[in-house]
């Protein structure tokens, strides 16, 4: 198929395909059963996590996809699935999620372009409430900071956002050569399963406020980093038994959680730090 729609990999989409049945087969099994399950799939290129997913028995798989040489290679596939494959031309960023599912029901595997995977992942975390269960590529950085401990360098606001809404496991590594043409760092598949008691939309947006400033400067304590929300933090903290001295690093996501049910909802908004990409435009995959 690659060869007879001239789907050499483009660099602009920072494409790099996943093609070895075998891993793509581990990927589909981490997702779970899909024999009553709609699978939305971002970025299939080619379709082989496509064909992996169907042949796992999804009921339903919905592949967004923005590349239109893809989307007239698909259609092949789309063609001999009977129904179970939905294609959509789209950018994923503004793909609206909400009624592809039950609530609670959608499953999302994806190969992740590198460049743009935590703002749709930071996007799905909002919309939890949505969502059974996730099955995504990260590059291995990012993949390290979702699953960080506290104290840890890797420890920071995507690590909190993640971890308040989801359990996050890390299952496993695949390097370079697993992928064509080969990126030139390591990818990590990563499960996202929404906890029961995760933060409400207007909590999380809290957090989100909370972690912004105090990730924003995380080199200084907290009782300078979060001046932007409260005028005297020292207090606020005292009150939950942190100190001023302390840095965000060393609080726990629940912690977080405590924190940010006293900050006032709406407010002046602290400049966010940007969630960290450890890529360059060069090593996207899609």
Not at 62 to 87: F, K, N, S, T
Not at 163 to 192: I, M, N, W
Not at 233 to 244: F, H, Q, T, W
Request: proline letters at 9%; one cysteine or more; aromatic letters at 4%.
């Amino acid at each position: 198929m690659i060869r007879r729609h001239g789907l050499a990999a483009d660099k602009r989409l920072g494409q790099h395909f996943l093609l070895d049945p075998g891993i793509l087969g581990r990927i589909a099994l981490a997702a779970g059963p899909l024999s009553e399950a709609t699978v939305l799939e971002v970025g299939p290129g080619p379709g082989g996590l496509t064909r992996a997913l169907l042949a796992a028995g999804a009921a339903r798989v919905v592949a967004v996809e923005r590349d239109p040489r893809c989307l007239v290679a698909l259609a092949e596939l789309a063609a001999a699935a009977a129904g179970r494959l939905l294609l959509v031309e789209a950018d994923a960023r503004t793909f609206s999620i909400e009624g592809l599912a039950p609530p609670g029901a959608l499953v999302i595997v994806a190969n992740l372009p590198y460049n743009i995977g935590t703002e749709l992942l930071l996007g799905w975390l909002r919309k939890a409430d949505a969502i059974a269960r996730m099955v995504l590529l990260f590059q291995k950085e990012v993949a390290l900071r979702l699953v960080a401990a506290p104290g840890s360098a890797e420890y920071g606001r995507l690590s909190v956002l993640a971890q308040l809404v989801c359990r996050v496991e890390r299952l496993f590594d695949l390097a370079p050569g697993a992928f064509s043409p080969p990126p030139k760092v390591t990818s990590s598949l990563v499960r996202l399963v929404p906890r029961p008691d995760r933060p409400p939309a207007e909590l999380l947006a809290r957090v989100e406020r909370l972690t912004a400033a105090a990730f924003g400067r995380r080199r200084k304590m907290l009782r300078q980093s979060l001046k932007p929300l409260w005028p005297e933090p020292e207090p606020v903290l005292a009150g939950l038994g942190i100190p001023g001295s302390a840095r965000a690093e060393d609080l726990t996501p629940e912690t977080f959680r405590r924190l940010a049910l006293l900050l006032p909802a709406g407010g002046d908004q602290p400049s966010p730090e940007p969630v960290r990409n450890c890529w360059t435009n060069s090593e996207r995959k899609g």
